[in-house]
């Protein structure tokens, strides 16, 4: 008897499951060629972008490589084909950066207003906003009077300020050139006095009071 019920209950679920796949079957299929359709697209995908990125990384290296063989000419064209393509985000910033980099190495003013044109970016971290500013600022010691310069790297210089310790050796710098020694002075004390200056940073500061030291000390001339 118990045999008879078992035959009956399966008869029942098969009749069941033939019903619902009669109505629902269609919707099934449906769904699962829409699952591996989207399986192949996603793979696709990765795959085309793994493709780009290869492509867009052996274009950077060329640039790179045209850079260190002396062929700024040729560097720079790389650059600012990278630049202004659709490449990924990462790629382009980087190409960015070192377009102004490059284009630095030629002109130094060219190269500080490239400079300024990322630090200007909205699309930028603020991060990569404030390291262009000090590039900008870094490539204009030689050109700007030190107030100017002071007044695009003083906000750097904060305690808080990631790039606090280059912005407080180019403000000193600056300072000492312009024969400014207490300017100069404050800020190289600010890079001995914070603990999280790097070792090499303190040595060449140390270098800076005491050619400071030395210049102030001359006798003058009449």
């Known amino acids: 008897m118990a045999d008879i019920f078992r035959e009956i209950d399966e008869e029942v679920r098969r009749d069941k499951a033939a019903a619902l796949w009669s109505k629902y079957g269609v919707v099934f299929v449906g769904l699962a060629v829409a699952a591996v359709l989207a399986v192949a697209g996603w793979q696709f995908w990765l795959y085309r972008e793994q493709q780009a990125s290869q492509i867009v990384g052996a274009k950077l290296e060329a640039a790179l490589k045209a850079s260190r063989d ?3 000419s040729e ?3 790389i650059l600012g084909e990278l630049a202004a393509s659709s490449t990924p985000a990462g790629y382009r910033q ?3 950066f070192r377009l102004a980099a490059e284009t630095a190495k030629r002109d130094a003013a060219a190269g500080a207003t490239a400079f300024d044109a990322l630090a200007n970016d909205g699309s930028l971290t603020q991060l990569y906003r ?3 500013r000090l ?3 870094m490539l204009r010691v030689d050109l700007v009077p030190y107030a100017e310069l002071r007044q695009a790297l003083e906000p750097l210089a904060t305690p808080q300020g990631i790039w606090r310790h280059s912005a ?3 403000l000193g710098i600056a300072a000492l050139k312009a024969n400014l020694f207490e300017d100069a002075g404050r800020w ?3 890079i001995v006095t914070d603990l999280q200056s790097p070792a090499v940073l303190r040595q060449r500061t140390e270098l800076y009071l005491a050619l400071s030291a030395a210049v102030r000390s001359r ?3 009449e």
């Open 188 to 190: 190289f004390d600010a």
């Open 75 to 77: 560097a720079e064209t």
């Open 135 to 137: 590039r900008a600022g």
């Open 168 to 170: 407080r050796e180019f």
């Open 94 to 96: 980087i190409a960015r």
């Open 130 to 132: 404030d390291l262009a």
């Open 70 to 72: 002396g062929n700024g």
């Open 219 to 221: 006798p003058k001339t």
